[in-house]
Structure formats: C-alpha cells, structure tokens
C-alpha cells in the first residue's frame, strides 16, 4: 500500500547533535513534522521514521507488532549514533514508550529524552480483554486527532487494529519493567486534559525512573496530540533548551544541507 499524504519518514542531515523523533499507535511522522522541521532549521541531525504498519491503512497494521517498531527505531538510533557526537531521542504517546526502552539498552549513546504524553500501559476492561477479542473483532474504534486547536488534525487510523493493541500491551509491560534502567536526564511535557493517556502514565513513568535530571511541563492548553496543538511552540522551545543544556555546540554550528 502507498504511505499517505503527509505520513512519508523524514531525515535531515545536519550537525552534529541528532535527534531521533519516535511517532505513537496508529500514528504517522506528520503529528511530529512540524517539530522535526523546528529541529532542522536549527541544523540539527533529524530522524523521523515511519513504524512499520502505520501511514497506510489499519489492515496493515494487524500483521505488525511492538518487535517490528521497535526495531525500526533501534535501527534509526543506531545510524545517528554514528553519524553524530551526540543523539538525544523525542517520544510522542507509545513513542514515550519506544524512546525509554532506547535509553534503557543503549544506555550513554542516548544523552536525553523527551517524552510528551508518554503512554505507559492499556487502560479499562478492554486491556483485559484484548487476549481473545482480537480473534473476534478485528478493530475499534481509532485513537486519533486528540487535539484542541480547531483546524488541527493529526493524520491517523480512525480504526485501532486490535492484534496490534494487544501487542503494544505486551510491549508496555516490558517497557515498564526496564525504567529503572533509565538514566538519563529527560524532559517531561504532559496535558492534565488528555483523552487518550491518563496522568497515571506521566507519573508511573517517573516513579520508576533512575534519572535524576528530570523536569516536568504541564501542556494546559493542549489536549493528547500537543505535538499539533496550541503549546506546539512551546513544546520545540523547551525541547530546544533542553538540547542545548546539555549539548553546548547546539547554537553554534549551522546546518550543512538540505533534508
């Protein structure tokens, strides 16, 4: 199938500070195009990749599991980190889950995280349900498009695969039984009005973290999507700080090409 409009994977060659951009479930690159173009304009190295099964259609997505998605973003990191001098890895909802499981096996090849809205596991009775309704019904209703600002829209299944949602289940659980490998400093921006990831998620997540350079932003006026929403400027600002706290030659160097 051809990958939608505005879903395409997107790479910018620039310095020789890289940012790996890890998109959610039933996602697309387009909820973080805006933020990964903030990035390259500031020549920053920059990797958006499309998890396998997403941007196409949702069938697509019931043959694909937590392993092919995380093995997409493994890959990504990887290239970044021997492409540049230092990698930091920006997580949007199940992509706070990807980034963290990143941090926690490549350990200092990772120098930061930020994690907005990161989801940390699958809430209600459908969770518990979800080992023998995926072999009756093959979706439901989607997740996508959580976001206040009128006209905005993220780029997303309006059905959620349900093989697919038990695995990132699966894959949640593990995530949560590594955050006490996660140490490095990381920047937390999350929405109190978020309809997709409780707050349960944001403070589970940083319980069980081992990091002690942490901050945590409260996102008012955005609702699960903020990457799209009315604090999106906020969110590249901050991130930007963020990098340039902890990578000094971010600021100083320009970009070198075209991405």
């Known amino acids: 199938m051809p990958v939608l409009p505005g879903a395409e994977p997107f790479r910018h060659e620039g310095g020789e500070v890289g940012v790996l951009l890890c998109h959610g479930f039933t996602g697309s690159p387009q909820s973080l195009r805006p933020w ?8 920053l190295t920059v990797s958006l990749p499309l998890l396998p099964g997403h941007g ?54 990772v120098r930061g995280l930020v994690l907005v809205n ?21 979706s ?37 039984a590594e955050l006490p490998q996660v140490t490095q400093p990381i920047l937390l921006l999350h929405s109190p009005q978020d309809h997709v990831v409780p707050p349960a998620d944001t403070a589970r ?26 604090d999106a400027e906020r969110i590249f600002d901050e991130s930007y700080s963020f990098i340039g706290r902890l990578a000094p030659s971010v600021g100083t160097k320009g970009s070198t090409s075209g991405g």
């Open 36 to 43: 990964a173009d903030y990035l390259a304009e500031r020549g």
């Open 56 to 109: 196409t259609r949702w069938q697509d997505m019931q043959v694909t599991g937590w392993q092919d998605w995380y093995a997409e973003v493994d890959r990504e990191l990887r290239a970044l980190v021997e492409r540049c001098e230092q990698v930091f890895v920006f997580g949007l909802s199940m992509g706070g889950a990807l980034s963290l499981r990143l941090a926690a096996k490549h350990g200092d090849a």
């Open 118 to 138: 990161p989801a940390n596991k699958v809430h209600g009775l459908a969770a518990h349900a979800l080992p023998i309704v995926r072999h009756l019904v093959p």
């Open 140 to 176: 439901t209703k989607g997740l996508a498009s959580d976001i206040a600002l009128e006209g905005s829209h993220e780029l997303g299944y309006d059905r959620v695969p349900l093989h697919a949602a038990y695995s990132v289940r699966k894959f949640f659980r593990l995530v949560d």
């Open 205 to 230: 997540i940083l319980s069980r973290v081992s990091s002690t350079d942490v901050e945590e932003i409260l996102l008012e006026q955005s609702y699960h999507v903020a990457t799209l929403d009315h």
